[in-house]
Each structure stands twice: as C-alpha cells, then as structure tokens.
C-alpha cells in the first residue's frame, strides 16, 4: 500500500518537493510482497467440504484462534473456505438473483481480533474488520443418480451437497499490526440469524464456512485442533463470541491469512546508512550504502510504502 502520494525529485543538487501529479517520481519503491502466516484451506480447491451453516445452528459469527508463522505482521488479507448448497433454480422467481445463472452476491465480514478474552471469554480487541460484497458460486443443480437425487456430482464422480469456494477479503489499506496470534471471526446475516437478520428466505440460508475434516494448518497453528469460537444460539448456548470445544475432527476453521513485512525506515540519518544499515531499510529498500545516503541527504526522493 503506497500511503505516501509524495515524492520529492532532486534538481542539480537541490531537493524541490513536487506533488506526485506534477513531478517526477525518480524512485518507486515496490511494496513489500505479502506471506502467508496462516494456511488451513485445503488446496486444490475441492467440489465441497464439510461446514458450519449459519442458519441451521442460528450462528452469527463463526471462527478459531491461530498462532501465525514467519515474521510479517501487517495484515495484508483473510481467505475464507466456505461452502454454498444454494441452487439457482431455487432462486428464479427472486429478483435479487434472476438472471444470473453462475453467481450471486451477498455481504459477508471478517473481524481480525487479538488473541485476549474479556470477563465473558469473548475477544476483547478487534484489530481489523472488513465487510465485502463476496461472489459466490450457486452449487450446480441436481443428479439423478446421486443418491437421494438432490446432490450435485462433480468431476472426481462423486456427489456433494454443497460446492466449495474461496472468499478473498483485502485489509491491506488499514495498516494493522498482527499480534503472533489472532482470531479470525466470519459473520454474515442469514433468513434469522446474524446482526441484521434478511427476513426473508434466500440463498444466505444455505451459505456456509468450512471444516474440513482432519484438516491441519500447513502453515502456522492452530491453537487448538478441539475448540473453535463460535457465536451461536444452537442448543442454548448463551450468545457470545467465545471458544467452544468438541470440535474434533472439524475443529479448524478453513482460513487463511497473508501479511507484509513490518516496514522499517525511512532512514532518520546518514549514520543509519552505514555498516550495513542500509540493508535493514524496505521502506524504502535502497541498492547499496550510497543509495541510502542520498536519500537522506536528499530529504528523500523514494516513494514510501506506508
Ligand atoms: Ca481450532
């Protein structure tokens, strides 16, 4: 994320500061690439997995607490694995979805907490949130001859309820700094559940997250491969986003999460350049020693990152 629109180019020896529009920028910094620190969606992609639905066990918020590898810690993005058993034939006569015979939409959130509890076992700081308008796959309609006649087959020949896919969330722009561990919370609203209930039948009935069975992270941990956090009515659970056990074997929710290094610079003084100071900088990242050293001197001419 290039928060920075301000680039100062330098003219026979004098820096002159220039908007990004009117100058030239002499040195654009690329952003640091993001990793994945957290990784426990299946891949390839399968037809389905198992999951949670929302509507049948009158969830609002669905998630798990995960320990993150490696050291980049600004949260770049969350990919959740979530399973739809929606068809579009079921849907004709809705004008919301008419029409549209591959995909519908519907407002889905992530929150990104840190991994402290509050008197009630629920998280008590929410570091990042973001709620995207996400695409969603209507599941392919019926094959006679799955058993039951309802389910689809897919291409390995066997047959599913409900088809997988991969929703992206980008929270790259708000600049959040990861603790190692987290939780990941999914929400969304269904026909009565969720913190805005529809009202109505729709296919948010049939949306759900994924548990894929003997699913383990290969990237990162699980904190526990039991337990779950999970805000929901079902069986008179008291309402709360809080941690739930006896999930084995789908006690690990299907997401994953990307992030950046933690940016370091710019240079406050050519001192910092030197003996290898120069190399500890990616924001900017400089060439050598004199790259560095020109920057400071120069008032800075690279672009920043964040
Ligand atoms: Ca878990």
């Known amino acids: 994320m290039q928060g920075t629109r301000r680039t100062v180019s330098a ?6 500061a220039v908007s990004l529009f009117g100058g030239v920028n002499l040195a654009q910094a690329a952003p640091p690439s993001a990793t994945t620190v957290y990784d426990a969606i299946p891949s390839p992609l399968p037809p389905n997995v198992a ?9 609002s918020e669905f998630g798990d607490r995960v320990n993150l590898a490696g050291t980049d810690r600004i949260l770049d993005s969350v990919t959740v694995m979530m399973s739809n058993w929606a068809l579009y034939s079921e849907y004709t006569s809705d004008s919301r979805y008419s029409g549209n015979t591959a995909t519908w939409t519907h407002p ?7 991994n402290t509890l509050d008197a009630n076992g629920e ?3 929410l570091l990042a949130t973001t709620t ?4 969603i796959p209507w599941r392919p309609e019926a094959d006679s001859t799955c058993d039951g006649g309802t389910a689809w087959r897919a291409g390995d020949g066997n047959c599913y309820n409900g088809i997988a896919f991969n929703a992206v969330f980008d929270l790259s722009s708000m600049n959040v700094t990861l603790p190692d561990d987290v939780i990941v919370g999914v929400a969304y609203n269904t026909q009565t559940y969720g913190s805005a209930p529809m009202g109505a039948p729709g296919p948010y009935s049939s949306l759900n997250v994924g548990i894929p069975t003997d699913e383990a992270a290969t990237v990162g941990h699980d904190d526990n491969a039991d337990n779950v956090f999970w805000n929901a009515s079902y069986e008179g659970r008291a309402v709360g986003f809080r941690q739930d056990t006896n999930w084995t074997p ?3 929710v299907a997401f994953k999460i990307t992030a950046t290094p933690t940016l370091v610079g710019p240079p406050a003084s050519k001192d910092q350049c030197l003996k290898s100071g120069w190399t500890t900088f990616n924001n900017p990242s400089f060439t050598n020693q004199g790259d560095c050293v020109s920057f400071v ?3 800075g001419k690279k672009t920043l990152n964040g």
């Open 108 to 114: 889905i959130t992530v929150n990104v907490y840190s």
């Open 11 to 16: 003219t026979l020896g004098l820096a002159l």
């Open 123 to 125: 998280p008590d700081t």
């Open 51 to 59: 999951s949670l639905g929302f509507q049948a066990t009158q969830t």
């Open 250 to 252: 789908n006690g690990t």
């Open 132 to 135: 995207e308008d996400i695409t």
């Open 297 to 299: 001197a120069t008032g």
